[in-house]
């Protein structure tokens, strides 16, 4: 009799032992389902970021600021997530967003076919802008006129080929950062500085030397995200056609950039009842 208990309490003990298993292994599914979006940290948005592009992205009293860290920071709000973020250079963010190193970054990002090989992007987040700014000593009234000049553009960025095919006889000079490039230009390195539309709004109020062209679009700018990332993408998506459906968009643009600077008509045309920035061109 004994022995028929102990083996009563030896199976009851098994079956005890096959239920706690069987609730871990739900448990740990449960637990790594609740990351659907395959963030590399649950309830986390990891950016990276350019501390030195004022007003799109930069360094404000030690945190990040600016039009595109607010941007995103809106949309991850849409998202249920928490934001960080990372500088870094241009050059390498791509790769890292591949690498899983980031999740996406608030870089304006021109959409182009290479990089199309390295990872996804999101909708549209705006139309590419770029000026070529020259010393008002020497300057170079159009894009075109830098012919055979020598002009600098950040090492990495996604105008140095659309730069090239327009012009197919410059030389390009490539500069860590945009304060790299400026100084470059201020020392008569180079002839001109190719960047975008409010970075050249910021240059040139710094440096009373300098002028600029008219502005050239360039091409579709979006956020990268990891090919392998489907889930992530369609969120990040969904959070910017949200934060333009609710004017938040719009109100940031009006906020971040310089009097006169105008939302691209083809940002307009992506997103159908998209306000455009107030009619007094500043806030």
């Not at 501390?51 to 990040?64: A, M, Y």
């Given at each position: ?7 009563r309490l ?5 079956l005890?032992?096959v ?42 009293n ?22 960080s973020?990372?500088?870094t ?8 967003v591949?690498n899983?190193?980031?999740?996406s970054?608030?870089f304006g990002?021109?959409?182009t076919?290479?990089?199309q090989e ?16 020259s ?6 009234a159009?894009?075109?006129s ?27 000079k ?11 230009l ?8 190719f960047?975008?539309?409010a970075?050249t ?12 062209t ?12 990891a ?7 369609k ?20 906020k971040?950039?310089p009097?006169g ?8 045309n ?8 107030p ?5």
């Amino acid at each position: 009799m004994k022995a028929a208990l102990n083996r009563r309490l030896l199976g009851v003990a098994a079956l005890s032992l096959v239920a706690s298993v069987t609730l871990a292994a739900c448990g740990g599914a449960a637990s790594s389902g609740s990351n659907q979006l395959g963030t590399i940290a649950p309830g986390q948005l990891k950016l990276a970021f350019r501390s030195d592009d004022k007003p799109t992205s930069f360094v404000e009293n030690g945190k990040p600021a600016g039009f595109l860290i607010e941007l995103t920071e809106a949309m991850a709000k849409k998202m249920r997530l928490e934001p960080s973020y990372v500088a870094t250079d241009f050059a390498s963010m791509l790769p890292n967003v591949r690498n899983h190193t980031y999740d996406s970054a608030a870089f304006g990002t021109l959409v182009t076919p290479p990089r199309q090989e390295v990872t996804d992007f999101t909708k549209p987040v705006s139309f590419g802008q770029a000026q070529l700014i020259s010393r008002k000593a020497a300057a170079l009234a159009t894009v075109d006129s830098a012919a055979g000049k020598t002009v600098a553009v950040t090492r990495g960025s996604e105008l140095i080929p659309l730069l090239k095919e327009k012009v197919p006889t410059i030389q390009i000079k490539e500069f860590p950062n945009i304060a790299a490039s400026a100084n470059g230009l201020t020392a008569g390195q180079v002839d001109g500085l190719f960047t975008g539309t409010a970075t050249t709004s910021q240059l040139l109020s710094q440096h009373p030397a300098f002028t600029a062209t008219e502005a050239i679009t360039t091409a579709q700018t979006a956020f990268p995200v990891a090919k392998d990332r489907g889930p992530l993408k369609k969120a990040l998506d969904d959070a910017l056609t949200a934060v333009i459906a609710d004017g938040t968009y719009t109100a940031l643009f009006d906020k971040w950039n310089p009097p006169g600077m105008l939302i691209p008509q083809e940002l307009l045309n992506a997103y159908p009842g998209m306000a455009q920035r107030p009619a007094h061109g500043g806030s």
